[in-house]
């Protein structure tokens, strides 16, 4: 609901602060009082978001998911530094209070987020297609670059969106619940702490006893090494397929508890499809396609993949860009909205024609949120900036028309706004359809060429991204009367750090193109931008007859799905979800079973207990992903350098 200004009797310019924006000032706002954007809130967000930025990396090119970081980081946080509070009160000083804490998950979240999306979708497309990495300062300035144009574009709308239209952004408004529960019941929490240190333990310990042979079997490590008793692949005893065992069409049980907790955070809705998708794509569908040609070489995932992709592909691309577009009102809405956020601001109650003030010359006493809230200068200046660096990265780099760089991020603009309300109506941010969006677009502008293709749309992709992450931390630190201004910069100073952590650490997770579309990394995402592409690029008739057919069949579904949503909206929950479908065929059965079997764990501990479930499954479940994959990470990057051998 959208909350306006008593009108005055002769049209003015929209007020400089509405009283819901004065009533906030008034009785919410506590930055002048409360210390946020700190040293050590930034050094403590640098820490936790340079292993969420690992871990998100990690898990994106696994299941091309990424996964919220604030919450985990503010509950890491609150254990981690009120404990080295109390041991070394001397050295840490008192525990961060509960803005610094927030202002420390702003930067986490953008170091842990807003750097590693592009980095499992477009850019693992290009390593795909080009089959070389990008050269690394290219990719360095190209990240940077794409994480500071998203976090300035969500300037002009955090007023709008946030103060004055007072969207909801669900998970930031979670994560300020989580704040104020853990500063406010000092047991509950140290019970969540606790329990996410346990399971990060537990994940560390699955990772290293099926890992660590690869970094130190002959090494100083050896002998821990003769632990490492759990396989990747647990196979079924017995169990065959077409003739063949069921491991080999990737049914089977892993060996990781990660995807495990991921399902337990998705619901059971989601996973139950994936599961039954996974199991007919792979154990139905794939036998019979291998028989008519269209699956070629050993049985594995890889080979069955690269047909699966098609359907499964056209199913998440068409289901989102249909949902977007019957999101018409939200997105009439962003646009009608896009014009009062640059409107010029009148003094509240003034006469027509009169009070209307030039940035700077704005008083305190006109507007007292003129001094907290980020000024539009600032906006201007980090367009022109991202913009610039963008431009200028991808013409010498990627050899993309200038002109058709300035367009890419024009058009990210007005992709942004649409994918930022609907991040705060519905807490679900449509990256992959904004760039699909710009996939098409330059499917017209520069046809055949993927590269144009896939950078451009990574712009859109990453810059929705980063915006969206950064409003739904502001409506965290709006519900908390955090100084939005402090809490921009706590986000723009995680661009620089996530950057500095991610980008190394693909080149060492990812050593060369062979390594996307295995078992370890299948990079889903990247696997249908690269697709997209592809497609745009060669037409639809240089793939085999099964696979346009497969195309065919996965637009039916995508686009059946949304309107049957539509149709009977109180049946939704009955409906198989169709990013759910369309992402098990591009994913090996295995995750998909071990993101079933994660939330009807979830679901039925709910059903017995819900008390302790709403305290517990959140950080147990972060708990796993963090430690396994932060510890996976360190396995992998130990075995690409060759440190313990």
Known sequence: MTTEAAPTATPTPAPVATDVELNWYKTVY??????????????????????????????GLKTGWGLGVAITACILSYALYSGLSKLAPAVFGRNLTILENNAMASTASSAGSSTGGTMVSAIAAMLIVSGHHIPWPALVAWTFFLAVLGTVMAIPMKRQMINIEQLKFPSGTAAAETLRSLYSEGDEGKKKGRALFVSMSIGALV?????????????????????????????????????????????????????????????LRTTITMVIASLVNYAVLAPWIRELGGITGDVKFRTIVQWSLWPGAAIMVS???????????????????????????????SKAGSGVFREGEVQDDIDPLARIEVPPSWFVGGMLFAT???????????????????????????????????????DTTPVGAMGKITQLTYGVLAPSNVTANLMTASITAGAAGSAADLLTDLKSGYLLGANPRKQFLAQLSGTVVGTAVVVPAFYKLVPDASVLGSDRFPAPSAQVWKGVAQLLANGVHSLHYTARWGILAGLVIGLALPLLERAFPKHKQYLPSAMGLGLAMVIPAFNSISMFLGALIAWAYAKAKPSAADTYVIPVASGLIAGESLLGVAVALMAASGILQ
């Open 30 to 59: 506590q930055g002048d009082n409360v210390p946020q954007f700190t040293l050590r809130s930034f050094l403590m967000g640098s820490l936790l978001g340079s292993f969420m930025a690992l871990s998100n990396l990690y898990v």
């Open 319 to 349: 289901s989102g860009l249909l949902s977007f577009g019957l999101q018409w009102r939200t997105v009439l809405r962003a646009f009608s909205g896009l014009g009062d956020v640059f409107k010029p601001r009148a003094k509240r109650g």
């Open 207 to 267: 990772t290293w006893l099926r890992d660590a042979h690869a970094v130190a079997a002959n090494g100083i490590l050896a002998t821990l090494t003769r632990f490492s008793v759990i396989p990747s692949n647990i196979a079924v005893p017995g169990l065959t397929i077409a003739g063949l065992p069921a491991a080999r069409w990737t049914v089977s049980f892993e060996g990781s508890l990660i995807l495990v907790a991921a399902g337990a955070l998705m619901g």
């Open 388 to 426: 610039v660096g963008l431009v200028i990265t991808g013409w010498f780099a990627f050899g993309i028309n200038p002109l058709l760089g300035v367009i890419a991020v024009a058009l990210s603009f007005v992709l942004s706004i649409v994918a930022c309300r609907a991040t705060g109506e519905t």
